[in-house]
């Protein structure tokens, strides 16, 4: 994929179930080889990010999926620390919000127009790509205490002009993929 222009931190490390230390090249050629297997599929490109205080520190973890609609998934994450507890509820899903930005610009110009090379001769056979940016806040009151800043989180998320966002209940790649590698704590090395 080229010389990598961005500098590389264990941030910028990715892993999944069965793989750890993926750079965003890896990242990048399992996803294309992902679709390179079923180019006239539907697939939907999702970004999302939430987070868990722990004492100390807030751990960030954001999802990176290509999902193959009702064919599979490939999968991966990326972990990020803030070394103090973020307990107020707009700053942590302000950064979540952040970091799903800045994962989703390290992807808008290079596998996301990959993938859409490989799908654009089979549109007209069924071949599609969506892309999200999952908001891990819901829009009824009741329900989700973040509800307040769900259109400020939206607005940035189409600013972008890339990625389509969404919230609660349909944000997966936050409330369900990210989420579930939130809950572990982490060593912190100070």
Do not use: H
Not at 5 to 16: T, W
Request: charged share 20%; hydrophobic share 40%.
């Amino acid at each position: 994929m080229g010389k990598k222009s961005v500098p590389y931190n264990d941030e910028m490390l990715f892993q999944n179930t069965s793989e750890s230390r993926m750079t965003l090249d890896d990242v990048y050629a399992r996803m294309t080889r992902f679709v390179s297997s079923d180019v006239r599929a539907s697939y939907q490109f999702v970004i999302g990010t939430d987070s868990q205080v722990f004492g100390t520190y807030t751990k960030f973890i954001t999802g990176v999926i290509i999902r193959r609609v009702g064919k599979g998934v490939w999968a991966c994450y990326r972990q990020s620390i803030v070394k103090r507890p973020l307990l107020s509820l707009k700053e942590k899903l302000s950064f979540e919000t952040t970091l799903s930005q800045d994962t989703g610009y390290l992807f808008a110009g290079t596998v996301l127009p990959a993938i859409e090379g490989l799908l654009l001769p089979y549109v007209y056979q069924g071949a599609a790509l969506e892309a999200f940016i999952d908001i891990d806040a819901g829009t009824e009151p009741l329900r989700n205490p973040t509800w307040a800043y769900v259109e400020e989180m939206v607005n940035r998320v189409k600013a972008m002009g890339i990625y389509t966002p969404r919230t609660k209940p349909d944000s997966y790649g936050a409330s369900a993929y990210a989420n579930r590698f939130t809950k572990r704590p982490v060593r912190l090395v100070m």
